[in-house]
Nanobody, 126 residues
Framework: QVQLVESGGGLVQAGGSLRLSCVAS????????MGWFRQAPGKEREFVAA????????EYADSLKGRFTISRDNAKNTVYLQMSILKPEDTAVYYC???????????????????WGQGTQVIVSS
């Protein structure tokens, strides 16, 4: 398993931007599919975005396409989530997760990811 530590959350006004980072331990980071999920108060955790091991393939929740961008830097063992035009409904705890090794899942689900970070809180004020 890989250990993951998220950072970059905070309080932002609606319309603003934030970039979340997730640093992974170990030497196999570049082999993992990586994902971001979020959990809003009182709701189930939901898929946000995923990226394959090389960064060449990405997938997003339909409702977030065009506002959120996932990327990775394998040299830094880091995956990013750039969030723009933030809305109050984006308020949630955001989790980084490591998924399959060298195997892309077309519709990533929570069950596809075996390692999780502790989460970082994002609050978007109106």
């Amino acid at each position: 398993q890989v250990q993951l530590v998220e950072s970059g959350g905070g309080l932002v006004q609606a319309g603003g931007s934030l970039r979340l980072s997730c640093v992974a331990s170990g030497r196999t980071f570049s082999l993992y599919v990586m994902g971001w999920f979020r959990q809003a108060p009182g709701k189930e955790r939901e898929f946000v975005a995923a990226i394959n091991w090389s960064g060449g393939t990405t997938e997003y929740a339909d409702s977030l396409k065009g506002r959120f961008t996932i990327s990775r830097d394998n040299a830094k063992n880091t995956v990013y989530l750039q969030m723009s035009i933030l809305k109050p409904e984006d308020t949630a705890v955001y989790y980084c997760a490591a998924g399959p090794l060298l195997r892309w899942v077309p519709t990533p689900r929570e069950a596809d990811f075996g390692s999780w970070g502790q989460g970082t809180q994002v609050i978007v004020s109106s």
